[in-house]
């Protein structure tokens, strides 16, 4: 079964009762997940911020190291 993250509602929602497409986030792999859909995108959007401000600087990971 999938999760989902109604965007709307705040709810989630499974495969049986998911709203529109436009309003929903997922599929994952247990409500715990969906629950936190919000959370784990914006997490990613900040590492990829991240990685482009590297990237646009010239300026690589391994870099980092040096």
Same mark, same amino acid.
């Given at each position: ?14 495969? !049986?009762n ?8 997922g599929?994952?792999? #247990?409500?715990?997940? +969906? ?10 959007? !900040? ?11 010239g300026? #690589?990971?391994?870099? +980092?190291?040096?």
């Amino acid at each position: 079964m999938s999760y989902w993250y109604n965007t709307a509602t705040g709810q989630v929602e499974t495969d !049986e009762n998911r709203g529109q497409a436009q309003d929903v986030m997922g599929p994952y792999a #247990s409500a715990h997940e +969906a629950s936190h859909a919000l959370q784990s995108a914006q997490q990613r959007t !900040e590492k990829w911020d991240a990685e482009d401000r590297e990237w646009n600087s010239g300026r #690589s990971e391994d870099d +980092a190291d040096d």
